[in-house]
């Protein structure tokens, strides 16, 4: 009988354990829709927080994956993020998975504007970020047409040789600065932390507000840090 008994008070408390995490676990991701878009076969998937209507006006962040990557990896990164802080989130699939290209820029204008026609956005708060060579992609993307975001945020991504081939306006004139942000692991062995070093140089060169976030004792990885860093530093651009 005192054997029954410790084991019903055993699964009593796990149970309640259960629950306590089951309404944590819910209570984060809450009813934050996550939905396979298209427009014209380029595919992209939206985060919907489940905070959202249509009587006011939402930031948009566009999340670019990496090589290998997909867009839904990238919506995953920030859920969390963003249904706490009311982001809506897009992350498209490159064409080739492998890479992204300059040509692309016009798939990813027309969905921002096929989500803009469906969702009521904030067109003064629309951010692009992405990792590794989406962030090369956020680069050229946010640098050549300044007037369609509001920050950029990129994450260990290439800059020297887009700069060299002549692939990114750096211009001289101030109305195209826009503030950016650039995240990299200390100990990246892939793009070594130089690059944003670099990054970081020629931008405030030119005269850009940019920042550079070391992340010490991260190599090529994305870490669930690095979505805070930079919803929190979105967030400072109402």
């Given at each position: 009988m ?6 019903s ?14 309404f ?48 839904n ?20 699939d490159?064409?080739d998975s ?8 016009e798939d ?21 970020t992405g ?7 956020a680069?050229?993307?946010?640098l ?11 994450f ?7 700069e060299?081939?002549g ?6 004139d ?19 932390f ?11 060169k ?5 920042k550079?976030r ?9 870490p ?5 860093i930079?919803?929190?530093?979105f967030?400072?651009?109402?």
């Amino acid at each position: 009988m005192k054997l029954y008994c410790k084991l019903s008070i055993a699964r009593s408390a796990f149970g309640l354990i259960f629950i306590m995490w089951f309404f944590a676990l819910t209570s984060v991701s809450g009813n934050a829709e996550v939905l396979k878009k298209e427009t014209q076969k380029f595919v992209y998937y939206l985060l919907v927080p489940s905070s959202y209507n249509s009587a006011q006006s939402w930031p948009l962040i566009i999340t670019l994956h990496p090589s290998t990557g997909r867009g839904n990896m990238m919506v995953d990164y920030l859920t969390e993020q963003a249904e706490k802080k009311g982001y809506i989130v897009a992350g498209p699939d490159s064409q080739d998975s492998k890479t992204w290209y300059f040509s692309e820029s016009e798939d990813i204008f027309r969905m921002i504007d096929d989500i803009k026609a469906k969702y009521r956005i904030d067109e003064k708060r629309i951010f692009l970020t992405g990792f590794s060579s989406g962030a090369g992609m956020a680069y050229y993307l946010g640098l050549n047409y300044p007037q369609k975001f509001r920050a950029i945020a990129p994450f260990a991504g290439p800059f020297k040789q887009k700069e060299i081939d002549g692939r990114i306006d750096m211009s001289s004139d101030q109305s195209r600065h826009i503030p950016v942000l650039i995240l990299h692991g200390k100990n990246d062995n892939t793009l070594d932390f130089s690059e944003s070093v670099y990054a970081k140089e020629r931008l405030g060169k030119f005269g850009y507000e940019v920042k550079l976030r070391e992340l010490g004792g991260i190599g090529h990885e994305y870490p669930p840090e690095a979505s805070w860093i930079i919803i929190n530093w979105f967030d400072k651009m109402k």
